[in-house]
């Protein structure tokens, strides 16, 4: 099981669209909107490093109104 978190930069206004379109997605456990340098954290629980390398670079990077990510796979 892999563990990793994707930071979300959002367009200005589009967080809380973007929390909705993001928590949809298959493998993605939560998304939470936040104050600081991001706008969103998702948390992704998969079977595998490629699994998150396609989330975060097809499926949140693909949705309209995403910026940037940048994405931390948990080590423990």
Same mark, same amino acid.
Not at 5 to 31: C, F, N, P, W
Not at 46 to 60: F, G
């Given at each position: 099981?892999?563990? *990793?978190?994707?930071?979300?930069? #959002?367009?200005?206004?589009?967080?809380?669209?973007?929390?909705?379109?993001?928590? %949809? +997605?298959?493998?993605?456990?939560? #998304?939470?909107?936040? *104050?600081?340098?991001?706008?969103? +954290? %998702?948390?992704?629980?998969?079977?595998?490093?490629?699994?998150?390398?396609? +989330?975060a *670079?097809?499926? +949140?990077?693909?949705?309209?109104?995403?910026?940037?990510?940048?994405?931390?796979?948990?080590?423990?």
């Amino acid at each position: 099981m892999v563990i *990793a978190y994707v930071m979300v930069k #959002a367009h200005t206004g589009r967080a809380d669209e973007l929390k909705s379109e993001i928590e %949809a +997605i298959e493998g993605v456990q939560s #998304a939470h909107i936040v *104050a600081g340098d991001v706008d969103l +954290i %998702a948390k992704v629980d998969v079977e595998s490093p490629s699994q998150v390398k396609d +989330i975060a *670079a097809n499926a +949140i990077q693909g949705l309209a109104g995403v910026e940037d990510t940048h994405t931390y796979i948990a080590m423990g």
